[in-house]
């Protein structure tokens, strides 16, 4: 089981801890809810519980829930920017299909 870094994301990532000043890494989960039926989740990870399962990629900690981690398992987290505008991406093996936005998803 692994979620994968962009070297664009890790960078990223790294920049907003270090701005932040605190932080143990990149938080990854999912919600249901969207246009797809589940959402992503992304925030800073300022502990690991229990339940977490930390995986390091380019020297970042991703900390995943172990509910939302079946659902994420094989995802590449990239960083893009379009012009003004600035998002995580991700490209899930496991979606069967997205929404037009890709922020949303289904299995």
């Given at each position: 089981?692994?979620?994968?870094?962009?070297?664009?994301?890790?960078?990223?990532?790294?920049?907003?801890?270090?701005?932040?000043?605190?932080?143990?890494?990149?938080?990854l989960?999912?919600?249901?809810?969207?246009?797809?039926g589940?959402?992503?989740?992304?925030?800073?990870?300022d502990?690991?519980?229990?339940?977490?399962?930390?995986?390091e990629?380019?020297g970042?900690?991703?900390?995943?829930?172990?509910?939302?981690?079946?659902?994420v398992?094989g995802t590449?987290v990239?960083?893009?920017?379009?012009?003004?505008?600035?998002?995580?991406?991700?490209?899930?093996?496991?979606?069967?299909s997205?929404?037009?936005?890709?922020?949303?998803f289904?299995?």
């Amino acid at each position: 089981m692994a979620v994968i870094l962009s070297a664009a994301a890790a960078e990223r990532v790294r920049t907003f801890l270090a701005s932040r000043g605190s932080g143990v890494g990149l938080r990854l989960g999912i919600k249901k809810t969207g246009c797809s039926g589940y959402a992503y989740v992304v925030n800073y990870a300022d502990s690991i519980g229990a339940d977490d399962v930390v995986f390091e990629d380019r020297g970042v900690r991703v900390v995943v829930d172990a509910t939302s981690l079946p659902l994420v398992d094989g995802t590449e987290v990239d960083f893009v920017k379009q012009g003004l505008n600035e998002a995580f991406k991700f490209r899930n093996p496991k979606a069967k299909s997205e929404c037009g936005c890709g922020e949303s998803f289904s299995v």
